[in-house]
């Protein structure tokens, strides 16, 4: 087999660079080691920024975004006994946030890949990039007992962070950082109206709690859990009465519970490897960067990546420019790590660490009373949570 692009990893990253290379004429083929099915049953982000709603509308694929995602011009963070609200309109100068989950938008992607018969391969096993120094690069997978061997001009890593793409450069080339933090998120999606119109993010003693939303009737809500649990800890039951916990009273009171429809644990970690080209292979989203979801930055993140390298792609293609993609890595890390430093201040001001001394505890207290004090500490969180310019 022969394409120009070829990606692996159908997530969104994958998924949102073959739609838009497809619009441009740029031929790719992705290789998905799971079923759609698979895939398509992972619960995860659920706030776009700005710039990503913008390029699902270049890709075609904002249709339903914009009819069933809501727009969000604020939320809230519950702090010692208090409920402020971050305006995010008024402070990042009239932009939002669209709530739209990650899983109806990965539908949105194959739907269209599907409607421009792009080719999407599931179930491919034991995928391999080769020679990505040389000019000719290529890809194989296993189909049962067939191996396929995928010739190309570029190889496209968004396999997420335990694919095979980074893990394909050389140890002596990438250079890792990471941070892990000691606890998870446990999240829950239940039928339920929403606690609240807007967000509440909660910094409680017992540990942070999130509550968010994918419509009017689909809620999902998180707490700060150890590393040691395990999801067969949490009975739903469990789940609501922590969750209550650590609301305040009067939005603990509002809050309807119901049957979790899915429950899962995701572990905290900051993590970035440097660079993201490798000869004729870039990495692209999760498969590069992991941010903890505080900040809702993840997915977003990937976004901005697929944004260079559509650039990048098209100058190369249509006008034998290749500048984008030799500064490809350069430009991406820099906006992943203003990413990495929002994501990471708003875990440490908003969680309980379980080693912290007094003073930590007291430097927290401060975080938010500065914010809330400061117009200018205003802007930036929203300038940030909306998302940077590409
Ligand atoms: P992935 O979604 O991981 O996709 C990679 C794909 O590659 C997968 O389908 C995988 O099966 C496939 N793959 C892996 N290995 C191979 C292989 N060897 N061969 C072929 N295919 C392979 N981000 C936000 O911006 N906002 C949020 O509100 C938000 N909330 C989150 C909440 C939670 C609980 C979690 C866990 C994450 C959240 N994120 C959020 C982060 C966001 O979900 C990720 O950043 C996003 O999924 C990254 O997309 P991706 O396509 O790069 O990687
Ligand atoms: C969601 C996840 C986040 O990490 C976040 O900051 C906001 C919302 C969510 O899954 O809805």
């Not at 992972?42 to 709603?53: K, N, T, W």
């Given at each position: 087999m022969k394409t120009q692009v070829c990606i692996i990893g159908g997530g969104p990253s994958g998924l949102m660079l073959s739609q838009l290379l497809h619009l441009k004429g740029i031929d790719t083929v992705v290789l998905e080691r799971q079923s759609r099915e698979y895939v398509l049953g992972?619960?995860?982000?659920?706030?776009?920024?700005?710039?990503?709603?913008?390029l699902m509308r270049e890709a075609q694929c904002g249709e339903r975004m914009d009819k069933e995602g809501e727009i969000h011009d604020g939320f809230l963070i519950a702090h010692g006994g208090q409920v402020s609200r971050v305006d995010l309109?008024?402070?990042?100068?009239?932009?939002?946030?669209?709530?739209?989950?990650?899983?109806?938008?990965t539908r949105d992607l194959y739907a269209a890949r599907d409607r421009m018969n792009g080719v999407v391969i599931?179930?491919?096993?034991?995928?391999?990039?080769?020679?990505?120094?040389?000019a000719t690069p290529y890809v194989t997978y296993r189909s049962g007992d067939e191996v396929v061997r995928i010739d190309c001009d570029f190889v496209i890593g968004a396999d997420g962070f335990h694919g095979v793409s980074r893990k394909s450069i050389p140890r002596d080339v990438l250079k890792e950082y990471e941070k892990v933090y000691p606890f998870g998120w446990l999240g829950v999606l239940s039928r339920t109206k929403p606690v609240s119109p807007e967000l509440i993010y909660a910094k409680h003693e017992r540990g942070f709690?999130?509550?968010?939303?994918?419509?009017?009737?689909?809620?999902?809500?998180?707490?700060?859990?150890?590393?040691?649990?395990?999801?067969?800890?949490?009975?739903?039951?469990?789940?609501?009465?922590?969750?209550?916990?650590?609301?305040?009273?009067?939005v603990a009171a509002q809050l309807v519970t119901g049957a979790s429809i899915e429950k899962s644990i995701a572990p905290l970690r900051s993590f970035v490897a440097e660079p993201m080209r490798y000869g004729n292979l870039f990495l692209a989203g999760d498969a590069a960067h992991i941010v903890p979801p505080t900040g809702a930055r993840g997915l977003n993140s990937a976004a901005s990546?697929?944004?260079?390298?559509?650039?990048?792609?098209?100058?190369?293609?249509?006008?034998?420019d290749s500048t984008g993609l030799d500064q490809y890595s350069e430009k991406a890390l820099a906006r992943v790590w203003k990413a990495q430093r929002f994501s990471w201040w708003m875990t440490t001001m908003l969680h309980t660490f379980p080693d912290s001394i007094a003073y930590d505890q007291k430097l927290q207290e401060t975080d938010l009373a500065y914010l809330f004090s400061s117009e200018a500490a205003q802007r930036s969180l929203a300038e940030n949570y909306v998302g940077l310019p590409f």
């Open positions: 992972r619960i995860r982000a659920g706030v776009l920024e700005h710039g990503f709603a913008e309109h008024k402070y990042s100068g009239g932009s939002s946030v669209v709530v739209y989950g990650q899983t109806e938008l599931h179930n491919a096993e034991d995928v391999q990039p080769h020679d990505l120094k040389s709690a999130l509550c968010s939303l994918r419509s009017q009737v689909l809620s999902r809500y998180y707490i700060q859990v150890p590393l040691t649990d395990s999801v067969e800890d949490w009975s739903d039951d469990a789940f609501w009465a922590e969750l209550k916990r650590r609301l305040p009273a009067d990546d697929i944004y260079y390298l559509y650039h990048a792609m098209l100058a190369h293609y249509q006008n034998g």
